[in-house]
């Protein structure tokens, strides 16, 4: 069983910064791929970032390409996502999730994920 706890949410203000982590409760990290996804009110969960299991590869949602930077300190247990030049939009409930090994063709669509955080808010506001 894999736990996994998001922290690092908050108010920033728009063109401010925010770094998340997602940290888990064992080494078994190590074996899966992290996903981040987010989910505003009224609206579905939409995914915004994977990481392999090695960190080599990463895939990003067209929306914060540019943005927001997806890395893992295997060492540590913990995957993080470094979120600038954030805007309204960006507001919402961010969850990270792991999948086995690979984020794969699948990596933006929840149910391919088997676990997943509590979730932490991000707001944007002035």
């Known amino acids: 069983q894999l736990q996994l706890v998001e922290s690092g949410g908050g108010l920033v203000q728009p063109g401010g910064s925010l770094r998340l982590s997602c940290a888990a409760s064992?080494?078994?990290?190590?074996?899966?791929?992290i996903g981040w996804f987010r989910q505003a009110p009224g609206k579905e969960r939409e995914g915004v970032s994977c990481?392999?299991?090695?960190?080599?590869?990463?895939n990003y949602a067209d929306s914060v390409k540019g943005r927001f930077t997806i890395s893992r300190d295997n060492a540590k247990n913990t995957v993080f996502l470094q979120m600038n030049s954030l805007n309204a939009e960006d507001t919402a409930v961010y969850y990270c999730?792991?999948?086995?090994?690979?984020?794969?063709?699948?990596?933006?669509?929840?149910?391919?994920?088997?676990?997943w955080g509590q979730g932490t808010q991000v707001t944007v506001s002035s």
């Open positions: 990481i392999s299991r090695g960190g080599t590869r990463t």
């Open positions: 064992t080494s078994l990290l190590d074996d899966y791929a």
């Open positions: 999730a792991a999948k086995w090994l690979v984020c794969g063709s699948s990596h933006d669509r929840p149910d391919s994920y088997d676990y």
